[in-house]
């Protein structure tokens, strides 16, 4: 399934599930573009390595996103990403995924819009 199928249906459990996958295969590959596609244009990210790489922990934009992320990983080739749980609330459009990148824990939020794009999300990382 590719990036585009995945955004272009209303979320759900089920679409959640196939989303997750997608996206840790995504990261996997390091493909930021794939990744990057899951956004809605007018996007919000929040992470505390945005701080440090950009001075701000918001980047706003799917552009802006992709560029973040191209500077803070696109040195690299491939990732050894594992999805440790993750859970969906269908009040909110909610998805939280808890992953582990060598001894990084996080966990991440994405809300989703009507189109199922992801509008917003923030990271959480620990040890």
């Known amino acids: 399934m590719s990036a ?14 196939r989303f997750v996958a997608a996206w ?10 794939a990744v990057v ?6 996007a919000q990210m929040r992470s505390p390595l945005a701080l440090t790489l950009t001075g701000s922990p918001v980047v706003a934009g ?28 269908d009040t909110i459009s909610r998805l939280t995924v808890w992953w582990q990148l060598g001894d990084t824990r996080a966990s991440e939020f994405m809300d989703f819009d009507a189109a199922g794009r992801v509008v917003r999300s923030e990271a959480f990382y620990g040890k």
């Open 62 to 89: 799917a552009e802006n996103i992709r560029a973040y992320w191209r500077k803070a990983d696109g040195h690299i080739e491939s990732t050894d990403l594992k999805i440790l749980t993750w859970s969906w609330d």
């Open 24 to 33: 840790c295969a995504n990261w996997c590959k390091v493909d930021i573009d």
């Open 4 to 17: 585009q199928d995945t955004s272009a249906q209303i979320m759900n459990r089920a679409a959640a599930e």
């Open 37 to 42: 596609a899951h956004f809605a244009d007018n």
